[in-house]
Structure formats: C-alpha cells, structure tokens
C-alpha cells in the first residue's frame, strides 16, 4: 500500500494504530504496517499501548512546540505514555517536515526554553546540561527562546551565550534578556533580538523572544521588563518593521494566560496590537508546565504545551492574509482547520486588557496536545516514508544511540533498589497508601541519623517541595535520584526543644505563607558557587486558574494491544479557551489532590506511646527561618536564634541522598530484575 493510501486510511478511518511486541505497528484493520521497529526508544523505556483519536490537522502554517525539556531527553523510562526519546522526535521532525513539503505548507518547530534542572542527563554533568544541550541541538529548531533555568548560574549562562546561542544563530531570540560579554566588559544580547524572514511558502514572520520578568539571574546577566521592552525604539520599529508582516510570532518561556501573575504576554501581545491591530499574532509559552491554548482576540491566539517530554504542541493555522503567498491555504487530502478565534466569555482572563483587532477574520485553528511516544509519532508520520522502511531516521537513530551512551557513561542505570510500587505527589491524598510523602516520612525516619544523638527523639521536618516528581515503581537508580529530588539541602537541627513547643512548628508551617513549596531551583538548590541574586522565582508557580493538565497524566495499561483500547488510561484531561477536545490521546482523569507546604516524621520516640520531654529538632538549612519563626511563636519568651543552629548531619548528605539511602536499606527484594509497573494514576 502506497503512503498516501496509508494517510487517506488513517484519515477515513479515524482510528487509531496500535503496536504488537517490539516489531510492527498495524493500521486500524490489521492490513498495512506503519514500521518495522516500534520500540527503538532506550533499552529499559516502555512503549505506549494507547494512540491518538485521529489524524492532525494541517494548515496554511504550522508548528510542533516543546518547552520545559529539562533534560528529560531519555524520555520517561517507566511510564509507557512519554517513553519516546530524543531520537524518536528528531525521526519525528524529519518525517513532519517532508509531509509539509509534499503538502506545499509551512511548518516550524520552536521550543521555549528551560532545558536545565530536572533529570540526570543534564544535572549528572558538569557543568549541567554539558551532555543534554548537544544531544537537543540535533533537532532544527525554526525559533527558540531562553528560560530562567539558562540564566541562575553564571557557567551555565555563558555557556547558552557563547556556544548554544550560536548553534541557531538569529533563530535563538532573547529580546529581553542580556548577558556581559566578557571580552568587552559590555552588556549584549544573548541571542537575537528578533528574526523577520520569510518561510518557504511565502509568509513575512516577524518574532520576538520574551522571558518573563525574571529576577533570580545571576549577576552577569540581564533581564529587561516587559513593560520597558515595548518602549524600546528598536521593538516599536520592529513591529512597524519596513517590510510587510503576515504574522507576528511572539515565543516566550513566559505564561500564556495573562491572569497568571508571572505572565508578560498581555503586555507584549499589547504593545503589537496597538500598533498593528489586525496583524495576526500567534503565540508560543512555557513556564507553568501546563497544556494551555489561549484567546486573545480573533487574530490572536497563544499555545503552551506541557513539560518534561510529556508533551509535544501541534498548532494548525490557515487563512493568513498575505500577498506573497499564492497557494491554497488548505491543504488537500489532509484535514483542515475549521475554528475561529473567539474569546471565551465565560472567563475573559486571557484578553483581559489587551486591545482587539478591529476587523472580521479569516483565520481558521487547531491545537492538539501530543503524549511523548513512538506510536504517537509514527502515527502522525503516516505518508512521509514508504510502507517498507522504517520510521527511524539514520540521525534520530544515532541521537537514541548517544543517550543509551552517555547515561552509561554517567552510572544513570545504577541501581539503588527496586521500589515496590507508585508514589505520586498529586495523585493521593497528603499520607495516603500511594502517597509519596507517606514513603519518606519513614525514609526520613530510617536514614535520617545522627549517630551519636540516636537515642534522642526526633522530629524532621521537610518541605514538600523538595520533591519535584513522582516516583514510579520499578528499578530506583542514580538517574531517578535526581528526578524525584534533585536539590541539594542539607539537614540542621536545634538540639534538645521542648516537646510541647516543637510539636506545633509543622501546623504553624502549613498554615503560613507558601513557603516557595514548589522550589525556585537556584544555583545553591543544586550545590552550584552562590552566585544568585535572590531565590523568589518558583520553578513549578501555583496554578492561579482553574485548567488542568499540571498533573493529570498518562499511564497505558497492558503490553500488547492489537487494536486501540476503548477503555481510555489514565493521563491528561485537558480545558482550554477551545475546550476539552485537545489532547491527542483520549484519557481518564488523574485525580489531583493539594498537599501542604511541610512534611514530619517522628523518629526515636517512647514505645509505650508516651510524649518525650524534649525532642531534637530536625529541618532542611532551606526552612531553618521558617522553623524559627515558628518556634519564636509558640514559645512564651522565645529567643531561639540561628546561632543555636548546627548540622544534625554532614552538609554532604542532603535532599538528593536520603531517598537511596532508604532504597539501599528497604528495596532489594527482586534486585537486580525489578517489575515495572503502570505507572502513575492507575
């Protein structure tokens, strides 16, 4: 069967592939295989069971959109749903790029930034992302944009400046973000302050870069507020640019939904609006590690697509008015855009402020939130290769070659223990069965010793936040001991408190202030030299709106399905400003349960059940003024102070230690061949 007929197939029938064994993707009847290898992946990931509802959508231009990588470029090892690596989406572009040409339609991939902090690939090197960077740079990113995780260390913000800027040349946009040029002692531009071009098929794009108002860069660097960027004469100049404009781009590790505080988009989408009211604009955000679409106005719109290879953005536009561009802005034998642009009346929390354009539209949407897996992408490959090749590409091939490579070369696999199960941070109820702070209020407990004090009761106190992801059951290595805590705090304590007084600190704690629970990663989170002009800027900002998608995410159940399941797994369910039908992959909620800001566990106590006199005290250096605040509280007359302050164990072993240590006492049952399980939600 021709590759075309495999796409006309695809498209009448709606369905979706599925996957038997390592071998062979079939179409919905059984007829045509899609690939002979459909589990290229790493040698340890697992593959997806469940597929997309049906082909993508092509327009007159569209777009593949990653953000927040951090590093996450092996792909999830453990969860079936992302198992898909970096060379399964280089295969990927390629093949998406030749269907865009043989379409005669425009496609352009931007990323916006945060490929630092969150899993080993790049936080087991030195500097971080010294390995993950190269291996990103083999895909051919069309826009690209920095995010506040290239800017908190001063190596790291060099090294973006003088060698990962320079891979994309005027693709990289910094609009507002600058850097000391150390052979000139003079601030410059990261990157470029803007790219107008022309694409293949004719569009005039004009793009900015723009980084939210970050304030917790290190001293090198700059950031220029928003506000003050647009009153820029080389911005206003730009959008009055003198040659014709199609389409604005405007990228940004930046929130898209205005109403979040830390969103600058209103402000720039603003700016153009005023001065070009009915200019198309389309923008691309990050930050907030969520699925989100947005509506401005009806030649307005915005897209944020997810985290840690989770998620791959599809946004499909036709009817761009442009007088360079000749050919049919549908695209035939394919599906088209059909939506218009309409702010939501019910919440007007994107368009809030910003000025409408002032004429009909002929722009026509579609957005689609793709699951991070090889059959998701050999899929929408359908027709970019002949039936009796394969969807590997030779690159893609040799990128998913390097990372098995460089993660041997960094110990990734070595192995801790075999967790027994899934522990979710949202999934659960706050000490539930399930529940990972339920897990490490005895891990804490068990590891958490100081020898010569062992005697003495206990209380340690933790943040939540100091957890940044689930934990999935199966093999529990050196990688996994950065993606669940990667941060590096160290355990104080103020020896012999009264039991009366210290047992109130943790609900003093959870009823204050929010603590910074998500964690701002800062250079001293990860034991980098303090150069950090201040730690206020959170890595994971609280949702400050009601769409889901943080942690409503997929689990596929099984290892062999011959057709799509009917029943759909756990995973992402998400609403934005076009409703509920984005998500690629039809899945059933993850329920989302809050937890509070700090967690205690009691170590060393009386076994006849009575309260101890007095307890040691036992808190990350992160909290210590939290915990004396507290104190100071509940104390009548207190004057603990930081003074009385000591480490309760060397400052070597901290928030990234503890849980191997745990693993290495309490999961060597079925070691060194640990089950996997489904993962997170089921």
Same mark, same amino acid.
């Given at each position: 069967?021709?590759?075309?007929?495999?796409?006309?197939?695809? !498209?009448?029938?709606?369905?979706?592939?599925?996957?038997?064994?390592?071998?062979?993707?079939?179409?919905?009847?059984?007829?045509?295989?899609?690939?002979?290898?459909?589990?290229?992946?790493?040698?340890?990931?697992?593959?997806?069971?469940?597929?997309?509802?049906?082909?993508?959508?092509?327009?007159?231009?569209?777009?593949?959109?990653?953000?927040?990588?951090?590093?996450?470029?092996?792909?999830?090892?453990?969860?079936?749903?992302?198992?898909?690596?970096?060379?399964?989406?280089?295969?990927?572009?390629?093949?998406?790029?030749?269907?865009?040409?043989?379409?005669?339609?425009?496609?352009?991939?931007?990323?916006?930034?945060?490929?630092?902090?969150?899993?080993?690939?790049?936080?087991?090197?030195?500097?971080?992302?010294?390995?993950?960077?190269?291996?990103?740079?083999?895909?051919?990113?069309?826009?690209?944009?920095?995010?506040?995780?290239?800017?908190?260390?001063?190596?790291?913000? &060099?090294?973006?400046?003088?060698?990962?800027?320079?891979?994309?040349?005027?693709?990289?946009?910094?609009?507002?973000?600058?850097?000391?040029?150390?052979?000139?002692?003079?601030?410059?531009?990261?990157?470029?302050?803007?790219?107008?071009?022309?694409?293949?098929?004719?569009?005039?794009?004009?793009?900015?870069?723009?980084?939210?108002?970050?304030?917790?860069?290190?001293?090198?660097?700059?950031?220029?507020?928003?506000?003050?960027?647009?009153?820029?004469?080389?911005?206003?100049?730009?959008?009055?640019?003198?040659?014709?404009?199609?389409?604005?781009?405007?990228?940004?590790?930046?929130?898209?939904?205005?109403?979040?505080?830390?969103?600058?988009?209103?402000?720039?989408?603003?700016?153009?609006?005023?001065?070009?009211?009915?200019?198309?604009?389309?923008?691309?955000?990050?930050?907030?590690?969520?699925?989100?679409?947005?509506?401005?106005?009806?030649?307005?719109? !915005?897209?944020?697509?997810?985290?840690?290879?989770?998620?791959?953005?599809?946004?499909?536009?036709?009817?761009?008015?442009?007088?360079?561009?000749?050919?049919?802005?549908?695209?035939?034998?394919?599906?088209?855009?059909?939506?218009?642009?309409?702010?939501? !009346?019910?919440?007007?929390?994107?368009?809030?402020?910003?000025?409408?354009?002032?004429?009909?539209?002929?722009?026509?949407?579609?957005?689609?939130?793709?699951?991070?897996?090889?059959?998701?992408?050999? &899929?929408?490959?359908?027709?970019?290769?002949?039936?009796?090749?394969?969807?590997?590409?030779?690159?893609?091939?040799?990128?998913?070659?390097?990372?098995?490579?460089?993660?041997?070369?960094?110990?990734?696999? !070595?192995?801790?223990?075999?967790?027994?199960?899934?522990?979710?941070?949202?999934?659960?109820?706050?000490?539930?069965?399930?529940?990972?702070?339920?897990?490490?209020?005895?891990?804490?407990?068990?590891?958490?010793?100081?020898?010569?004090?062992?005697?003495?009761?206990?209380?340690?106190?933790?943040?939540?936040?100091?957890?940044?992801?689930?934990?999935?059951?199966?093999?529990?290595?050196?990688?996994?001991?950065?993606?669940?805590?990667?941060?590096?705090?160290?355990?104080?304590?103020?020896?012999?408190?009264?039991?009366?007084?210290?047992?109130?600190?943790?609900?003093?704690?959870?009823?204050?202030?929010?603590?910074?629970?998500?964690?701002?990663?800062?250079?001293?989170?990860?034991?980098?030299?303090?150069?950090?002009?201040?730690?206020?800027?959170?890595?994971?900002?609280?949702?400050?709106?009601?769409?889901?998608?943080?942690?409503?995410?997929?689990?596929?159940?099984?290892?062999?399905?011959?057709?799509?399941?009917?029943?759909?797994?756990?995973?992402?369910?998400?609403?934005?400003?076009?409703?509920?039908?984005?998500?690629?992959?039809?899945?059933?909620?993850?329920?989302?349960?809050?937890?509070?800001?700090?967690?205690?566990?009691?170590?060393?106590?009386?076994?006849?059940?009575?309260?101890?006199?007095?307890?040691?005290?036992?808190?990350?250096?992160?909290?210590?003024?939290?915990?004396?605040?507290?104190?100071?509280?509940?104390?009548?007359?207190?004057?603990?102070?930081?003074?009385?302050?000591?480490? &309760?164990?060397?400052?070597?072993?901290?928030?990234?230690? &503890?849980?191997?240590?745990?693993?290495?006492?309490?999961?060597?049952?079925?070691?060194?061949?640990?089950?996997?399980?489904?993962?997170?939600?089921?």
């Amino acid at each position: 069967m021709r590759a075309s007929h495999l796409l006309a197939l695809a !498209a009448a029938t709606g369905a979706s592939w599925a996957c038997e064994g390592d071998h062979s993707c079939y179409g919905p009847q059984h007829d045509v295989v899609l690939t002979r290898n459909v589990r290229r992946m790493q040698p340890d990931a697992q593959n997806a069971t469940t597929g997309p509802k049906g082909p993508l959508e092509w327009g007159q231009i569209n777009f593949l959109h990653t953000t927040d990588t951090h590093g996450w470029l092996e792909g999830h090892i453990k969860e079936q749903n992302y198992g898909a690596d970096w060379g399964d989406y280089v295969s990927f572009t390629k093949h998406m790029k030749k269907n865009a040409k043989d379409l005669g339609v425009d496609l352009l991939l931007v990323d916006t930034g945060d490929l630092h902090d969150g899993a080993g690939l790049s936080d087991a090197t030195t500097p971080n992302g010294n390995v993950s960077n190269a291996i990103f740079e083999n895909v051919d990113y069309d826009l690209l944009t920095i995010g506040n995780h290239e800017l908190y260390v001063t190596e790291i913000a &060099y090294e973006t400046f003088t060698n990962f800027s320079k891979v994309y040349g005027d693709r990289y946009l910094t609009s507002n973000v600058q850097i000391i040029n150390p052979a000139t002692g003079e601030y410059e531009y990261i990157g470029a302050k803007y790219r107008y071009f022309t694409t293949e098929q004719g569009l005039r794009i004009m793009s900015f870069g723009v980084l939210f108002d970050f304030t917790g860069n290190s001293n090198v660097s700059k950031v220029i507020k928003a506000a003050d960027l647009v009153q820029e004469s080389w911005f206003k100049a730009a959008i009055n640019y003198t040659e014709p404009i199609d389409l604005f781009v405007v990228i940004g590790h930046n929130p898209v939904r205005t109403n979040v505080s830390s969103s600058t988009f209103g402000t720039v989408v603003s700016a153009i609006r005023k001065i070009k009211p009915d200019v198309p604009i389309q923008g691309f955000g990050g930050h907030t590690h969520i699925r989100d679409f947005v509506v401005y106005d009806n030649k307005a719109t !915005a897209l944020e697509s997810g985290r840690y290879c989770e998620t791959l953005g599809w946004l499909a536009l036709s009817g761009v008015p442009s007088s360079n561009y000749t050919t049919d802005t549908n695209p035939k034998g394919v599906p088209n855009p059909t939506r218009s642009a309409i702010p939501p !009346a019910s919440t007007g929390t994107a368009s809030a402020g910003i000025p409408s354009s002032t004429t009909p539209s002929t722009l026509r949407y579609a957005r689609r939130y793709l699951d991070w897996n090889r059959p998701t992408f050999a &899929y929408h490959a359908v027709g970019s290769q002949p039936y009796t090749s394969t969807f590997d590409t030779s690159t893609g091939l040799s990128v998913t070659s390097e990372i098995t490579a460089e993660r041997a070369k960094l110990n990734l696999t !070595a192995l801790y223990g075999c967790a027994p199960r899934t522990y979710c941070q949202y999934c659960k109820p706050f000490l539930s069965d399930g529940n990972i702070f339920q897990l490490l209020q005895t891990a804490l407990a068990t590891v958490v010793v100081n020898e010569s004090r062992a005697d003495n009761p206990r209380l340690i106190i933790i943040n939540t936040g100091s957890v940044r992801f689930d934990l999935a059951q199966g093999p529990f290595t050196y990688d996994d001991s950065f993606i669940v805590s990667p941060f590096t705090d160290a355990f104080q304590y103020l020896a012999d408190v009264p039991y009366d007084q210290a047992s109130k600190v943790l609900d003093i704690l959870n009823a204050g202030p929010f603590q910074k629970k998500k964690r701002d990663l800062s250079t001293s989170d990860f034991d980098f030299a303090p150069m950090l002009a201040d730690r206020d800027i959170c890595l994971d900002p609280p949702l400050t709106h009601s769409y889901e998608g943080l942690h409503h995410r997929s689990v596929p159940k099984g290892s062999l399905v011959r057709r799509q399941s009917t029943a759909p797994s756990p995973g992402y369910t998400t609403t934005d400003d076009f409703g509920t039908d984005g998500d690629d992959t039809i899945h059933s909620k993850i329920p989302n349960f809050s937890q509070p800001n700090d967690l205690q566990a009691n170590a060393s106590f009386p076994t006849d059940g009575s309260e101890p006199e007095t307890v040691d005290l036992v808190f990350l250096d992160f909290i210590a003024d939290y915990i004396i605040d507290a104190l100071n509280s509940v104390a009548v007359g207190g004057n603990f102070s930081e003074d009385e302050v000591a480490y &309760y164990l060397d400052k070597s072993f901290t928030t990234n230690s &503890y849980l191997p240590a745990y693993a290495k006492i309490a999961w060597q049952e079925n070691v060194p061949d640990c089950p996997v399980g489904n993962g997170i939600g089921t």
